[in-house]
């Protein structure tokens, strides 16, 4: 079965699902793969991995050995082209379409498509959607784009809308990693009303009480990064798990 059609079928059996990124540039090799084996024995339905930047050079040997570890789908979240594998199981193909910098809608796609194909990686298009965070975010920062204002989610609408019509599979909310305040729930709600594309939320949550916000919001996927690299607790990851799944 393709992750795609795994991730619709998580989501169909527990309301939502939970998605755990790990960055390699905020880990080593061994934590890393440690990290994986716990949040596959804690509830966690998939492994997010990829970084804004990436200062490793062992991308490769790092998914292989994540695998070995984890039998969760682990799908490249990927910060730019350098950061492709033909051992992932997937990778979420971003659009950058709250921006207008035509590198990360379009330019970095085109540079990775090639290597994507020649992989036989299965690519899952997703539009990546920026919300203003209280600060400024590396995701922001590095890709040199504005991030969608807080009160304004008529303009998520809109551009999710915009996904939608392109015949994009998914929409990523991002308040960016580590940021102050996560996507507004009013952003979800308003995207679930008018699209029916699955909804990832991701960026700044860190209490399990939020991520269940989200999830009654509309959310379809919820993303924590950097609660867990920073306290890798059963206890904590359960706990998430558990408020977002509904069923
Ligand atoms: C970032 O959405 C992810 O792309 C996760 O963010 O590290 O703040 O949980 P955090």
Redesign the pocket.
Request: aromatic share 6%; proline share 0%; no cysteine.
């Given at each position: 079965m393709k992750v795609y059609e795994q991730l619709l079928q998580i989501r169909e059996e527990k309301g939502a699902g939970y998605l755990v990124?790990i960055d390699p540039d905020k880990q080593s090799m061994q934590e890393a793969i440690e990290l994986a084996r716990v949040c596959s024995e804690s509830g966690v339905d998939g492994l997010l991995l990829g970084g804004s930047l990436m200062f490793t050079h062992i991308f490769d040997d790092l998914i292989k050995g994540i695998k070995t570890a984890s039998p969760l789908p682990l799908i490249i979240?990927p910060g730019s082209t350098r950061q492709l594998s033909p051992y992932a199981n997937a990778i979420l193909y971003l659009s950058l379409i709250s921006g207008r910098n035509a590198y990360y809608i379009i330019g970095d796609q085109v540079l990775a498509a090639p290597i994507i194909k020649s992989m036989n990686l299965e690519a899952i298009s997703t539009a990546y959607m920026l919300i203003e965070s209280g600060n400024i975010t590396s995701?922001q920062f590095l890709s040199d784009t504005r991030p969608i204002p807080r009160e304004k989610p008529d303009i998520s609408v809109a551009h999710a809308m915009a996904a939608e019509l392109l015949g994009m599979r998914m929409i990523y909310l991002?308040a960016?990693?580590?940021?102050h305040l996560s996507v507004p729930e009013e952003h979800i709600a308003a995207i679930c009303r008018y699209t029916s594309l699955p909804v990832i939320v991701?960026?700044?949550?860190r209490a399990p009480e939020e991520a269940a916000r989200k999830v009654a919001a509309g959310a379809s996927f919820i993303?924590?990064?950097?609660?867990i690299e920073k306290n890798r607790d059963r206890a904590l990851i359960s706990a998430f798990a558990d408020s977002i799944h509904t069923r």
């Open positions: 990124l979240f995701a991002e960016g990693s580590g940021a991701g960026g700044g949550i993303v924590t990064g950097n609660v």
